[in-house]
Nanobody, 126 residues
Framework: QVQLVESGGGLVQAGGSLRLSCAASGRTFSSYSMGWFRQAPGKEREFVAARSWSGSSTYYADSVKGRFTISRDNAKNTVYLQMNSLKPEDTAVYYC???????????????????WGQGTQVTVSS
């Protein structure tokens, strides 16, 4: 069992940056494949970025590629999402997700994850 708590959301102007954090409980965090998703009002939850347990594999949605970076610090049981050059269309609630998976496969679908955080709001003004 793992619990995830996101933080770092807020209001930022277009072109600005934010760094989201997702702190995980549990001793086996390093064995978890991690992902970030987002959900805007009236829309389905969509994939943003994912990183395998070892960090050897990462994947980004086309809409954020080159602007967002997912990273993890296993010593701190934390995964990050650095978001640069933010756009109004990035406005959403951002969720981190985890699944115990010692594989270099990255997980892109919400249904592939077992654990979710409560979400953190990101609002980008134009």
């Amino acid at each position: 069992q793992v619990q995830l708590v996101e933080s770092g959301g807020g209001l930022v102007q277009a072109g600005g940056s934010l760094r989201l954090s997702c702190a995980a409980s549990g001793r086996t965090f390093s064995s978890y494949s991690m992902g970030w998703f987002r959900q805007a009002p009236g829309k389905e939850r969509e994939f943003v970025a994912a990183r395998s347990w070892s960090g050897s594999s990462t994947y980004y949605a086309d809409s954020v590629k080159g602007r967002f970076t997912i990273s993890r610090d296993n010593a701190k049981n934390t995964v990050y999402l650095q978001m640069n050059s933010l756009k109004p269309e990035d406005t959403a609630v951002y969720y981190c997700a985890a699944r115990s998976l010692r594989s270099d496969i990255v997980l892109l679908s919400p249904g592939e994850y077992d654990y979710w955080g409560q979400g953190t709001q990101v609002t980008v003004s134009s």
